[in-house]
């Protein structure tokens, strides 16, 4: 049996993330809420309306916001997993941190 999507979102989430611990930052915060509550939901709940995450701001900071799960989430074929207004939300927080993500 292949993988579920959301499976597959959440390897695509923790394979970012250790991408990220290579830029001098250590998002271990993120890998826990992601083991706990899985990478959809942890998704949904940083796209929370108010400020971005710290490891958002993180990666602004350091120019890798294309290693965002804001940038994860709004690729195909993961955007099936969310809202219009969560997508909105992450595409909304990619423009104000100066990013345009190439959707495909």
Not at 59 to 83: D, N, T
């Amino acid at each position: 049996m292949s993988e579920s999507l959301e499976a597959r979102f959440e390897k695509a989430l923790l394979a970012d993330a250790e991408a990220v611990g290579k830029i001098d930052y250590d998002p271990r915060r993120f890998k826990l809420m992601i083991r706990q509550k899985g990478g959809v939901e942890t998704a949904r709940t940083l796209l929370q309306p108010g400020a971005a995450s710290y490891g958002f701001e993180v990666l602004r900071e350091k120019g890798h916001l294309e290693l965002s799960m804001e940038a994860l989430l709004v690729q195909a074929p993961w955007r099936a997993l969310f809202s219009d207004e969560e997508l909105m939300t992450a595409m909304e927080r990619l423009w104000a941190g100066g990013y345009i993500p190439a959707l495909n």
